[in-house]
């Protein structure tokens, strides 16, 4: 089974609090879109499972379970991903976050299957 883990803070910046909050983009959000993609996943008989980060976006932790990641919208220059392989993170846009549309990322994740 892979795993992918769906980021939804910024890098803990000095300064700033490590406390989670995700009212940036619509509290609770990110519950819905893990809930809703592992069922689309299962319906698939797709071998990903995704979880929530709950490490507050620490790349070291996440890379360690991580298969894949997965990151609602403005993370880009956020989310600090060391050394992680690029190709294996996906960064939702807006509109498809907002409207839960999962194809692109049901595809992105076939695509890395290991």
Known sequence: M???VVVYQS???IGKSKLPNGSILGMFK??????KLN???????SPWL????????????????????ICVPGLQKQFDLKNYP???VFYFDSLSYH???LDNVIKFLESIEQ
Not at 30 to 35: D, F, G, I, P, Y
Not at 39 to 45: I, S, V, W, Y
Not at 50 to 69: G, N, P, T
Request: avoid cysteine; charged fraction near 35%; aromatic fraction near 0%.
């Open 2 to 4: 892979n795993k992918a």
């Open 11 to 13: 890098t803990p910046m």
């Open 30 to 35: 990110q519950k819905k879109l893990v809930t």
């Open 39 to 45: 069922k689309t996943l299962e319906t698939k008989n």
């Open 50 to 69: 995704v979880a929530l980060d709950d490490s507050i976006a620490d790349i070291d932790v996440i890379a360690q379970e991580a298969d894949a990641i």
């Open 86 to 88: 690029k190709e294996k």
């Open 99 to 101: 409207e839960l549309a």
